[in-house]
């Protein structure tokens, strides 16, 4: 059987998200820029970006590993949740 690249491990997984209740939100005036770039360097899906002076999330494709929330909760996270029911990601392979 032949290795799968972690991006290919991560396009099996499936993704259930409530496009009007995100589970993460961030304080998109932030400034910053040692935590701002803890975590755009921390999230292994890389949903957070920074650009033109904000940092902005996209809730779909999270893994809800909670790293950012370690790292930065009440500083560029304002608030973290686990979604709500049935909603989130399904991992498919280990």
């Not at 040692?34 to 360097?41: D, Y």
């Amino acid at each position: 059987m032949a290795k799968m690249s972690v991006d290919d491990k991560l396009g099996l997984d499936l993704f259930h998200t409530d496009e009007h209740n995100p589970h993460i939100t961030v304080n998109e005036d932030y400034d910053d820029m040692e935590e701002i770039r803890k975590v755009l360097l921390a999230c292994p899906a890389g949903l957070y970006h920074y650009e033109n002076g904000k940092v902005t999330f996209s809730h779909e494709g999270c893994l809800e590993c909670g790293t950012c929330r370690v790292l930065s909760i009440d500083k560029v996270v304002k608030s973290w949740d686990h979604p709500m029911g049935g909603a989130g990601v399904q991992f498919r392979q280990g």
